[in-house]
């Protein structure tokens, strides 16, 4: 990979990277053809495959996480997607190296999945290093997680402008997700809840979180299988918690439908 | 810095980055001049002079540390260096990011100054990125330093060659360091001890590990102001102890010499 990506950076090409971790979807698409969008049709768009084990907090769900490579292919190649980067694995045995981050990790998901950004920040500074972008497309799915990339690239000055493409949503307004496919039975139904309660959060601009996020919580938690692990309302920039939700603030939310963990977030 | 690198690698100049903390003397001359001969006439050397402070575990040690930058550059034109890059800072006020190791790290250097190789690891990732070189020099000098910044590039795929220049000493042996300028009157003398500590051991091949430590820490000692922070005897790969001291082995040494703390290393 590396290789090739020295090859691109001899003949000038501009190169954008899309890191996946397979089982793409429509949500995945949209990044791409942003991709695709960013560099024209001379420049090269690689998408990563790779579920990274050391990102996961719960091996359970290492397990149960979508694989589906050949039809990930399938959609790379429809969206003419010129590098599939799908790695058996980026790791040494002997593997002893980390990138940590001790501010915006320390809430929110850092909170509810130890080492999870670790993990992130570790293979994506590796795929930094492999693929060489110019630019590199993540989803605002992952809110926080767009927010510690966007923080490492700028404190470790790689030459990577972060680009994020927007949520896309079922009809009912679930987030698209690959973890969506384990939804089985009325867990499906069950699961707009989320988006529903971001809704709900846009009808009371300025209402004091500490109450709107108990009223939230119950609402999620009226469904039978719903239990919420965080609902927070932060400052868009450095996702410090707020006291009064204000239009321009954001809620981030995570429950578990089920067996399914699931994030979501919106601008209020 | 990072603008002229991406001028650099679109117009396809190989480029070596020799990473110092300025006060540069003999040592660092020959680790310029190996970096010259790496990329030839046609290459980009490149001299980065910062004292970061993140290294520094001892404040009095960062305070007292030489600065002479004047004199760096009259060096860096006789060496026909392409550019010096010192920088003011490297750091945002609000700076969360950190590359740690937590194997090469635990050990030596890594127990007598805390935080030091952190230090040391996050600010070449920085200048890596801000440089983009293909070549890096380090002096073996600092020997562990050597491992952990090569584990740094295996484990994180940077697409750059190290290269290790050996350590330059005085005649009377010892090793040349910035931090020499600081030993006055006869802690100069004393600072000797040291090289001739691993002359000793050179004659020791076959001793246990345990009983040449201690014969080689009162042979130090013996000078009125040194004070032993380690002497270890290692595997040069992997930095393990051993515990027979063999041809091939490397000793790795701290002391303080009065107020001023020396490292060294050599090969059996």
């Known amino acids: 990979m590396q290789r090739q990506a020295l090859g691109w950076r001899q003949a000038g090409s501009r190169v954008v990277l899309v890191p996946t971790m397979g089982a793409l979807h429509d949500g995945h698409r949209s990044l791409i053809s942003l991709a695709r969008k960013k560099v024209k049709k001379d420049g090269v768009v690689v998408v990563s495959i790779y579920v990274n084990p050391v990102q996961f907090n719960d091996p359970q769900d290492l397990d149960n996480y979508p694989r589906t490579l050949s039809l990930d292919k399938k959609i790379c190649r429809e969206e003419s997607v010129d590098i599939v980067f799908a790695p058996n694995n980026l790791y040494k045995k002997d593997e002893s190296v980390e990138v940590k981050e001790d501010n915006l990790t320390t809430r929110l998901e850092g909170v509810h999945r130890p080492g999870h950004f670790t993990g992130v920040m570790t293979v994506v500074a590796k795929l930094f290093n492999l693929v ?137």
């Open 132 to 268: 060489l972008p110019d630019f590199s497309v993540f989803g605002e799915k992952d809110f926080q997680q767009v927010a510690v990339i966007r923080r490492m690239v700028r404190d470790m000055n790689y030459p990577i402008s972060i680009l994020v493409g927007p949520t896309l949503r079922e009809v009912d307004g679930l987030a698209m997700s690959s973890r969506n496919v384990l939804l089985t039975g009325d867990l499906r139904g069950q699961a707009t809840v989320l988006s529903r309660a971001i809704e709900l959060s846009r009808q009371s601009i300025g209402s004091r979180s500490v109450y709107l996020k108990r009223r939230l919580r119950r609402f999620i938690e009226k469904q039978p299988d719903a239990q919420v692990d965080y609902i927070e309302f932060v400052d868009t920039i450095n996702l410090n918690p707020i006291k009064t939700v204000n239009k321009g603030s954001r809620i981030l939310l995570a429950a578990k439908i089920g067996p399914v963990r699931l994030i979501d977030n919106g601008l209020l």
